[in-house]
Each structure stands twice: as C-alpha cells, then as structure tokens.
C-alpha cells in the first residue's frame, strides 16, 4: 500500500489561499441567474429565454395623436396564434409584419408601451423576474396561472378588423399587473 502525500502547511496553503477568490468569483458567476445580467451581456439564447410568451406585446396599440398615451387593445398582430401564444412566423416576422418591433437592449430602454411585466423591461430597470415567469417557475404553465399571458383575452385579428374600429377594443388589462401576478 502507498502511502498518500500530505498536504503541509508550507507547501499546500498558500497555493489554496491564493485560489480562493477566482473560486469563489466562479462559484459567485455560476449562482448568479443569466437574467440579472445587464441585458448588453446576455447571450442570443438568453435573449430568447427572456421572453415570458405571454403575448401583451404582439396586442395591438393607439397612440392618442394629442396625449401620446398608448392605449392596448385586445386585437392581436396578424402572425399571432392566440391557441399557443407564439408568433406563427417569429423567424420572418419584421419582413412580413412592416410595424413589427425587433427587441434590442436600445429598444426596450426607449419603448414607452412594453408591458409593466415584461422582463426585457424589468432587466433593463435592474428589477427582478416576478415568480411566475418560466425562468424563475420553472413552468410556462405560471405565465397563465398569474393572468399575464393573453390566452384567452385576444378578441380578433388584426386581419378581421377594420382600422377604424380598434378604438371598441381598447382595454386596459394589458397594462396592468394583475394582483395574483404580483
């Protein structure tokens, strides 16, 4: 049997603790969630995971011309699939939707009409994710269960009303944080 080498104070130690404080920055990066990153660093996928699907987003809004206050209604963008709450066509949305917003850090700083849950928002005001969203739940399931997602709220298409009608569908929920959300 060999005998296995001790660790002495001169020759072990000071090895150890000049290693302690890159291994506690790495363990410190590793708990830390991707989403309390500033929104510049997150990766694409991150950037993808961000998204709650809750659809508030893709609900079409007025602007008041006199106010500029943005109003939501409950008329859903024309790729929106009210059953999943997905876009139809994410990958060529901007090419087949001309008014269509593409999300950047730029953006999500300077829009006035992001929902108050929307976690591009709340990352972008140092806040943190609210219970029921995927990342923190664990489940896309929680999305609905806190009556954030739209499932169910999406009275038409934007295909199957006129222009001048949208101001019968305009509906204050979409900007508002629902008690059982909070």
């Not at 404080?21 to 950037?47: G, I, M, Y």
């Amino acid at each position: 049997m060999a005998r296995t080498p001790r660790a002495t104070p001169d020759t072990r130690l000071p090895h150890v603790a000049q290693d302690l404080p890159q291994v506690a920055k790495v363990e410190a990066e590793a708990e830390t969630p991707f989403w309390r990153k500033k929104l510049e660093d997150l990766t694409p996928s991150q950037w993808e995971q961000l998204c709650d699907g809750c659809g508030r987003c893709c609900l079409v809004k007025l602007e008041d011309e006199d106010t500029g206050k943005i109003h939501f209604t409950n008329v859903a963008c024309t790729l929106f699939d009210a059953t999943t709450c997905q876009c139809a066509n994410y990958a060529q949305r901007s090419e087949k939707v001309s008014d269509c917003v593409t999300l950047t850090p730029e953006a999500v700083r300077s829009i006035k009409w992001l929902p108050p849950t929307c976690a591009y928002r709340l990352v972008a005001e140092e806040r943190d994710l609210y219970w029921w969203h995927p990342l923190v739940s664990g489940s896309p399931d929680t999305v609905r269960a806190a009556g954030i997602s739209v499932h169910g709220r999406v009275a038409a298409s934007e295909d199957d009303v006129p222009f001048e009608q949208y101001p019968e569908f305009i509906v204050p929920w979409p900007g508002r944080i629902p008690k059982r959300a909070r």
